[in-house]
């Protein structure tokens, strides 16, 4: 049984800084991701890392969030710096492997203006 551990989130101003962590329990993904979902909206990729280390922003929060791991490839992190009241969302550890993906609890994160 595959287990995505998250941590972090909470609630902070407009411009405010949050980091997430999510320990997972293996580490042979073939990438791990961030994924949020808004009030009222469909879940949306924030941000990805492949096991070779390429990774990819949505056009939403490049220059504000990173996403990196730690070298044993079992915790992504996600670093989010000038936070707006429209990152408020549910934020999701994501983990792929072969065929299927693995989803973390979520976190809530609310921005207030």
């Known amino acids: 049984q595959v287990q995505l551990v998250e941590s972090g989130g909470g609630l902070v101003q407009a411009g405010g800084s949050l980091r997430f962590s999510c320990v997972a329990s293996r580490s042979d993904f073939n990438a791990m991701a961030w994924y949020r979902q808004g009030p009222g909206k469909q879940r949306e990729l924030v941000a990805r890392?492949?096991?070779?280390?390429?990774?990819n922003y949505a056009d939403f929060v490049k220059g504000r969030f990173t996403i990196s791991r730690d070298n044993a490839k079992t915790t992504v992190y996600l670093q989010m710096n000038s936070l707006k009241p429209e990152d408020t969302a549910v934020y999701y550890c994501?983990?792929?492997?072969?065929?299927?993906?693995?989803w973390g609890q979520g976190t809530q994160v609310t921005i207030s203006p």
């Open positions: 994501n983990a792929e492997a072969t065929m299927t993906g693995y």
């Open positions: 890392i492949s096991s070779g280390g390429r990774v």
